[in-house]
């Protein structure tokens, strides 16, 4: 399936950035980490950003890069000889989905080791967006190829969280990078319990490796351990020295697995290695999922109990 582009407003003219620019800079971001506010909007399947309002803009979404991002720092280093980037791509466009479930936990899959990109990641469930294909539509799709669900229509909502400027390799000292990517992260909420979906996965063992369901009180600490720090070496007080995941063995069965809390917070490394942990991106997206879920605990404490969202809540089409 063919990438979606990525497209920018500047200067009120539409233009495709070139795979080897940063388009949080080309959207003004300064030195800070982020998150910068970006306005966007989404028609067949390609990602329209600008650093201010537009006809046909449905959301205001934060946007942010990791502090190492290699197209930030690129400008700023010499390039190997012979050693060039693609310049005849643009900046793909990917999905991906922290599905919540109703008691307030989010699924995370493990990428398998023989992933020529991000192996052995934990990342939530998502990839390309084809050219012709709804955002919440390849998401789902991505979704249901991953780990076999397929949400009941009418038993879910949904809301873009954030946008993630994402590259691989992840920095320059791990060789010049080969993908680039905005991705966007969508929360789909089920009205079904961690329970009830977690006895309908099915994972595509040639992606997925184990999968797991994190609380907020874990997912906060894993979004703490910031990238470009140490990897913890003591766990904050009251997290649990392990987390439950259901991992595939070489058999492609089933088992539980006690994974130790410290493989969730283990940073990017400076060089390559396949070590485990979670995605930058994806602590990125917890960040923000602990943000909603707290807004909405307040809401429901000032509102009462608030009705469910119809099923294309945040589309803003």
């Known amino acids: 399936m063919a990438a979606a582009r990525v497209l920018l407003l500047l200067s009120g003219r539409a233009e495709s950035p070139s795979f080897a620019q940063s388009v949080c800079g080309l959207l003004g971001a300064g030195p800070g980490l982020g998150p910068w506010p970006t306005h966007c909007g989404l028609k067949r399947g390609r990602l329209v950003l600008s650093d201010g309002p537009f006809p046909g803009s449905s959301a205001r979404l934060p946007l942010q890069r990791p502090p190492f991002c290699p197209f930030a720092a690129l400008d700023q280093q010499l390039r190997t000889p012979g050693a ?120 595509n063992p040639s992606e997925v490796s184990a999968f797991m369901w994190l609380g907020p009180e874990i997912a906060a600490a894993v979004a703490a351990a910031e990238d470009g720090t140490e990897t913890l070496t003591h766990l904050p007080r009251d997290l649990p020295p392990s987390v439950l995941t259901v991992e595939l063995g070489e058999d492609k069965r089933a088992r539980p697995l006690a994974l130790p809390t410290s493989t969730l917070l283990r940073t990017t490394p400076t060089t390559a290695e396949g070590n485990e942990r979670v995605s930058a991106g994806t602590k990125f997206a917890l960040r923000l999922w602990l943000q909603h879920l707290g807004r909405a605990c307040k809401q429901e404490r000032n509102l009462g109990p608030l009705p469910p969202l119809a099923p294309n809540q945040g589309s803003g089409e």
Do not use: C, K, M
């Open 84 to 203: 060039e980037l693609p310049s005849n791509r643009g900046v793909d466009l990917g999905v991906a989905v922290l599905l919540q479930s109703s008691d307030w936990s989010v699924l995370l899959t493990r990428r398998t080791r023989t992933l020529s990109v991000s192996p052995n990641l934990w990342v939530p469930p998502g990839g390309h967006v084809g050219l012709d294909e709804e955002l919440l539509d390849g998401g789902l799709r991505e979704l249901q190829e991953e780990t076999g669900l397929q949400l009941p229509h009418g038993q879910f909502s949904w809301v873009p969280l954030g946008l993630w400027e994402s590259a691989y390799p992840p920095r320059l000292s791990w060789g010049l990078p080969r993908y680039h990517h905005i991705v966007l992260y969508l929360l789909v909420v089920s009205w079904e319990s961690q329970q009830q979906l977690q006895a309908r996965i099915q994972p």
